[in-house]
C-alpha cells in the first residue's frame, strides 16, 4: 500500500518561517500531481499549492509570493516552503498525491492518496 508521511510543522511567530516534507512509499509505479491542502478551524479545507510531475506549479492567492512548492521525483517527496507566515496561515496542512500504483504485472491503479496532516500554528 501507500503511505504519505508529513514532516515540519510547529509553532513560529508572525513572519517566521517553515518548511514542510511529505514522502511517499509503497507499490508506487509513478506519481502524478503532489500538493498541500490547509483546514482551519472551523473552515473547509482548501488547496494552498500544487505540483504537477513536469514541475508546473499553482497556489492559492492567499499565499502566493509566501509560500513555494517543490518536489523530488527521485525520493517521491514533496515540500512547501512557508515564508513570512501570519496568524491566518495557523491551520493543519496536509499533504496530497494522485499516485499509480501496480496491482499486479500489467495492472495498476490510480487513486489519491492523504497524508495524516501537521499542524501549523502562527503566533501573533
Known amino acids: 500500500q501507500v503511505q504519505l508521511v508529513e514532516s515540519g510543522g510547529g509553532l513560529v511567530q508572525t513572519g517566521g518561517s517553515l518548511r514542510l516534507s511529505c514522502a511517499a512509499s509503497?507499490?508506487?509505479?509513478?506519481?502524478?500531481?503532489m500538493g498541500w491542502y490547509r483546514q482551519a478551524p472551523g473552515k473547509q479545507r482548501e488547496l494552498a499549492a500544487g505540483i504537477t510531475s513536469g514541475g508546473s506549479t499553482t497556489y492559492a492567492d492567499s499565499v502566493k509570493g509566501r509560500f513555494t512548492i517543490s518536489r523530488t521525483n527521485a525520493n517521491n517527496t514533496v515540500y512547501l516552503r512557508m515564508n513570512s507566515l501570519k496568524p491566518e496561515d495557523t491551520a493543519v496542512y496536509y499533504c496530497t498525491a494522485t499516485i499509480v500504483t501496480a496491482l499486479a504485472p500489467a495492472v495498476s491503479s490510480i487513486s489519491d492518496y492523504w497524508g495524516q496532516g501537521t499542524q501549523v500554528t502562527v503566533s501573533s
Open positions: 509503497g507499490s508506487i509505479v509513478k506519481i502524478n500531481t
